[in-house]
């Protein structure tokens, strides 16, 4: 064993495998067969047994001549919360219309859905459901306005395909119905060109 490596625990084999963040600066474990090594956090396919190796930190990993996984960077700092909080609003910008659940936004993001759900909220105020669902309210009042695209087409398109429940969320955001919501900006964008 080369200097720095430690013998693989049964504790650590199980950070690997559940992919435990709070395990994350303890060790960092290697991978023979690909040559790359990573924090225990990473999403990363699960390597076989026989062939991780564990070290203390990221500078022997790199001395043993592995080089650091492009998903998780061992070698970098840990994002800052709010770094990090702006990879994922800026990731639910792009993916609204898509199907989003916490897990998915936490695989995607690399941390647990808990401390996903959790540092999102200390720094937007809001869960990040919330802000997913205000994207899409959002991006369907402008559908409202400037198309004619019939209400439950509009409901699909932002990602939420149910369409009683698109009505029910976007009267609990606006005050008022789809329907009500185009005809009152219709009407005033139409004034407005007189
Ligand atoms: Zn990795």
Redo the contacts with the bound molecule.
């Keep these: 064993m080369t200097n720095g490596e430690q013998k693989l625990s049964e504790e650590q084999w199980q950070a690997i495998l559940n992919n435990d963040v709070s395990c994350d600066g303890e060790f960092f474990y290697a991978v023979k067969t690909t040559g790359?090594?990573?924090?225990p956090s990473?999403?990363?396919r699960l390597p076989k047994q026989e062939h991780v190796r564990i070290f203390e930190n990221a500078q022997e990993a790199l001395s043993a001549q592995y080089r650091?996984?492009?998903?998780?960077?061992?070698t970098g700092e840990r994002l800052p919360d709010k770094e990090w909080v702006s990879v994922i609003t800026e990731y639910i910008e792009h993916n609204f219309t898509e199907p989003l659940t916490l897990e998915i936004l936490a695989e995607t993001c690399h941390g647990s859905p808990y401390h996903l759900h959790r540092t999102f909220k200390n720094i937007m105020e809001k869960t990040p459901l919330d802000y997913i669902q205000q994207k899409r309210i959002e991006k369907a009042s402008e559908y409202l306005v400037h198309t004619n695209m019939a209400v439950t087409d509009i409901a699909r398109k932002v990602g939420i395909p149910n369409t009683p429940y698109f009505t029910t969320l976007f009267k609990k955001r606006t005050g008022c119905t789809p329907t009500q919501y185009r005809q009152q900006h219709q009407q005033e964008a139409s004034n407005a060109i007189q």
């Excluded at 650091?68 to 061992?74: E, F, G, H, L």
């Design positions: 790359i090594f990573c924090r990473c999403k990363s650091p996984c492009k998903r998780c960077k061992p």
